[in-house]
């Protein structure tokens, strides 16, 4: 393997568990703990720091901040409102019936959502915040990493999966198995569009602005379940 695909993979290898035992430690090994919340947020910062300090101290790369055109943000808005369409439909014509209120609440309460307007506040942090450190995470790294190491096909595909991974082991928490092989299903697949849209246009932006508009359907159908 050449000395630049050692690397990514190596950057792949200190990047990709980290998520996962984030949400493991606060979900699942310690939860409601404080040692569950320390690590679920040094896991965090991990993911917003190794990535910029990866990128400047072994690839040498430079600090920029690239706007997307009109056509990339046009594409992104017009994939999200896609896929939110599908999401909605999928849910009114019958998903709702896959997701136990009763569990779904229990744990959102472990963690104080279970009012309407922490619910607001938490998701309005998950739509605008996370996704943009998802982009920048598994996009623009993530993303870049795998092209160095596979094919473009592979290296969307691999991301997709990559992505994918913590989500699965976050929603293990709330949904029964089948929701949860669906919807992870479902993240990859978008995992999978973003980072096409990354590779296009070579900006998180378009990614960001299809990726928020998933993300509030995906709270809006939430905020059904919980509060309608």
Known sequence: MSRPRV??????????????????????????????????????????????????????????????RVSGLTAGALSGLVISLVILGAFFLGGAQLVSRPHLAARLAAFGLDRLWRYAAGAAYWILVNSLLEEYVWRWFCTRQCEVIWSRPAAIALSAVFFALHHAVALSAYMTPGPVLLCSAGIAVGGALWSWLYLRYRTIWPGYVSHVLVDLAVFAAGAWVLFS
């Open 7 to 68: 690397k990514a993979a190596l950057a792949l290898l200190l990047l990709v568990p980290v998520p996962s035992f984030g949400v493991a430690s606060a979900l699942w090994w310690f939860p409601g703990s404080a040692g569950g919340a320390f690590l679920f947020t040094a896991c965090k910062v991990w993911l917003l720091l190794f990535p910029l300090a990866w990128w400047r101290l072994v690839e040498g790369g430079a600090l920029s901040f690239r706007m997307a």
